[in-house]
């Protein structure tokens, strides 16, 4: 029985990444619907050709999870707009398959809860937690000393010396990832490292000390896990998001894929090395918060890098605008999804003022 899937956000980077995967595996998966925010025609496109159902508008990945029955949810649209159909997609018992960086930065006690409480999956389709969920294949509990997760560096690991004054288009252009523009700006600040470790946190229930950020350009090691015994398993692949988003959503099975497999001689010298915290100050953000801080940290970015996208602020004050929501946020606790709700929205009211 092929697995009936659902994608939300089927026109964007990772959207797209999914249906090549279902172009190729006809037989192993049922696309029944796929949403999208404004792509009107491009949503019904893919939908005609797969034989889903297209929505599309501001509430349409929740309609698209709530009037269909599936297997597995792929979420993969942008910042706060994928909790409230993760949240439904759980609360109907299908797996989810995770894209959405910031639906565990906000809100991974609560998805994580409910996941369990329901006897779902959270399926991780980032490349790094992907490769820590293969590492971690058949590992027993306990067992786990570090993960490390690996970093391209964006555009801006060797320069130009002040950052102050990129532009747009210097950030958007990244060196290894054809991506959507949050989170390829994310990668630009390291923004995006910050949101994985805090996800690592919740997805292999690990404390945010357990978790380190290595830069390796060459995007081939996706990430490692070190065992108490010393052993470090590393998960490799060519840097093609249809990797993990398959892994995802064939799991527990892995697919066969027309792709050329990994030539290690021909790639010669594998670097790492540790991230500048000069370069990268939003690195400081990776840290154990309590309160309403993981939904003002999530929050603050989307409204930052928006801001930056349009002209309002300059690259620099990406960071020094999520330093300033925090330190000036409300205090309490992220105890239903309406109070992370109200942490976003006191961020954009309190930035935007
Ligand atoms: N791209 C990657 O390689 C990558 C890697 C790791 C993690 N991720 C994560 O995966 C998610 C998707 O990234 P992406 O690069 O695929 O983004 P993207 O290319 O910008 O695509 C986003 C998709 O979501 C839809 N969408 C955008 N805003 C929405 C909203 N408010 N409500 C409902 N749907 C909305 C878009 O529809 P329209 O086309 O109509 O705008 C589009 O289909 C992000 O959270 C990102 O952090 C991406």
Redo the contacts with the bound molecule.
């Keep these: 029985m092929p697995k009936r899937i659902i994608i ?8 797209s990444g999914a249906v090549d995967v279902v172009r190729s595996h006809p037989a192993d998966f049922d696309v029944v619907a796929v ?5 009107k025609e ?2 019904e496109a893919i939908a005609a050709e797969l034989g889903a159902r297209a929505y ?1 508008g ?1 509430d ?2 929740v309609r698209a999870v709530e009037e269909n029955d599936a297997d597995v949810c792929l979420v ?4 706060v ?2 909790l409230r159909p993760t949240l439904a997609a759980i609360e109907k018992g299908m797996d989810v398959a995770l ?4 639906v565990l930065v906000m809100a991974g006690g609560l998805v994580m809860g409910r996941a369990r409480a329901k006897g779902v999956r959270i399926l991780p ?3 790094e937690h992907s490769a820590v969920f293969q590492c971690l294949q058949g590992a027993h509990g306990g067992a786990v000393a570090k993960l490390t997760l690996t970093a391209s560096g964006g555009p801006f690991l060797d320069g130009p010396a002040d950052l102050s004054s990129v532009t747009v288009e210097q950030a958007l252009h990244h060196p290894r ?1 054809a ?5 390829t700006i ?1 990668s630009a600040t390291m923004m ?1 490292k910050v949101f994985e470790v805090i996800e690592a946190r919740w997805l292999f229930d690990v404390p945010v000390d357990a978790v380190e950020i290595v830069v390796h350009p060459e995007s081939v090691v996706h990430s490692l896990v070190t065992f108490a015994d010393g052993s470090t398993l590393a998960q490799l692949c060519p840097p093609d ?1 249809r990797v993990p988003i398959q892994y995802a959503l064939s799991w527990p099975d892995r697919l066969q894929a027309e792709r050329a497999p990994l030539d290690l001689a021909a790639l010669g010298a594998l670097t790492f090395r540790r991230p500048d915290p000069g370069r990268f100050p939003c690195l400081r953000f990776v840290r154990e918060a309590g309160g309403c801080a993981p939904a003002v940290l999530a929050a603050a970015d989307e409204w930052a890098v928006d801001a930056f996208i349009h002209g309002k602020i300059r690259y620099t004050d990406i960071a020094k605008a999520v330093e300033d929501a925090l330190a000036n946020a409300p205090r309490f606790e992220l105890t239903s999804p309406e109070a992370v709700y109200e942490a976003n929205d006191w961020t954009w009211k309190y930035l935007s003022r």
Excluded: F, H, Q
């Design positions: 939300l956000g089927a026109t964007g980077s990772i959207g949403s999208a925010l404004r792509s491009r949503c599309v501001e349409a990945a993969a649209t942008v910042g707009s994928g894209a959405t960086k910031e389709v980032d490349s990832w991506m959507g523009p949050k989170v994310d995006n998001m």
